[in-house]
């Protein structure tokens, strides 16, 4: 299994602000995905993080919200632009197994944010 | 549209019972399945995967696929309160690398 290391692990944010979460993993990975969960919910795919392009992104997602980037294969961020208070959840990154395309996902700590 | 479906619970079942976990999923080009375990405020942790009709044995936990009824359940038997959590269910489609997940069941194993 992949160690997932992310950062902040939790913030309080204001309204209208942007906030940056970190992604690392420990070893190159193909695939990198970043996931919504809200309270109470299961987890929503918000984009796979492409390494060299732009991220793919799923029905209801756009990039100028959730701006993403990739620049190598142990790295990505992910962007909550201009939050509102519908933005509060926890956002985890995810990485496929080692070996790729298994649907095997392994998931970093999360990072909780609240927005007031 | 895909969908996976969980009874949402929370299941209660005694210490040492048999706790049963079901699924079911509306495609049927599903290749792929999967169980997670959450633990409040932690993230999801794989705890098991199966890709063939029938059943798959772990320790105490054992998956079990029936792809003509589209269902698929987890067992844990000899339930510790450790066991309790939320468990995921995640399927994939044969042409996709991203699994769909279910909203989770809540296990609770009391004492």
């Known amino acids: 299994s992949a160690v997932i290391s992310q950062k902040p692990s939790r913030d309080i944010c204001q309204r209208g602000t942007s906030l940056t979460i970190q992604c690392q993993v420990d070893?190159?990975?193909?695939?990198m995905f970043w996931y919504r969960q809200q309270p109470g919910q299961s987890l929503t795919l918000i984009a796979t993080?492409?390494?060299?392009?732009?991220?793919?992104?799923e029905s209801g997602f756009v990039i100028d919200k959730f701006p993403i980037s990739r620049p190598n294969l142990t790295f990505s961020t992910l962007t909550v632009s201009n939050m509102s208070p519908e933005d509060s959840s926890i956002y985890l990154c995810?990485?496929?197994?080692?070996?790729?395309?298994?649907?095997?996902?392994?998931f970093g700590e999360g990072s909780r944010l609240t927005v007031l | 549209q895909k969908e996976v479906e969980q009874n949402s619970g929370p299941l209660s079942v005694p210490e040492g019972a048999i706790a049963s976990l079901n699924c079911t999923y509306s495609?049927?080009?599903?290749?792929?399945f999967f169980w997670y375990r959450q633990y409040s405020g932690k993230s999801p942790e794989l705890i098991m995967f199966?890709?063939?009709?029938g059943d798959k044995e772990d320790g105490r936990f054992t998956a079990q696929l029936n792809k003509a009824s589209q269902y698929v359940s987890l067992l844990i038997r000899d339930s510790q309160p450790s066991d309790s959590a939320t468990y995921l269910c995640?399927?994939?489609?044969?042409?996709?690398?991203?699994?769909?997940f279910g909203r989770g069941t809540s296990l609770i194993v009391h004492p």
């Open positions: 495609d049927r080009g599903s290749q792929s």
């Open positions: 995810s990485v496929d197994g080692l070996a790729g395309n298994t649907g095997e996902l392994f």
């Open positions: 993080a492409n390494q060299g392009s732009e991220a793919t992104y």
């Open positions: 199966i890709y063939s009709n």
């Open positions: 070893s190159q990975v193909t695939m």
């Open positions: 995640a399927v994939r489609e044969g042409g996709s690398y991203i699994p769909t």
